[in-house]
């Protein structure tokens, strides 16, 4: 049986979370995986602890946090491409992330080499 898009998206939503647990040591509260041509989009909530969202009521803190999240993010890079590529197939040939201190959301944006969404259509 051929994989959909929506089983495709689901499985990296699940694999995603569970790099989270083993790679940062907790996971977000929910995880949405989005196949949109040549990108794959997640967005994950619940990033942030208490803790950290108290910290970031001032400049210093915030900036502290996005940079404390995003290295730790970066430093598994390599393990989240090679995720992406299992599933869909697809190298990643760039990866962009941001995370919100308001929302405690991040969004993290797997660009590949080929129209994925394509495949599926």
Known sequence: MEKTKGNVEAEISKALTHWEKSYLGR???SVKSDIVRDMVIVVLKGILTPAEYSVCQDKDGLLSVKTNRNNLVES???E????ILTLTGQEVVSFHTDLS???GERIMIFKLSDDLQSQFE
């Open 27 to 29: 996971g977000s509260v």
């Open 76 to 78: 598994g890079v390599e």
């Open 80 to 83: 989240l491409k090679e995720i």
């Open 101 to 103: 201190t308001q929302t």
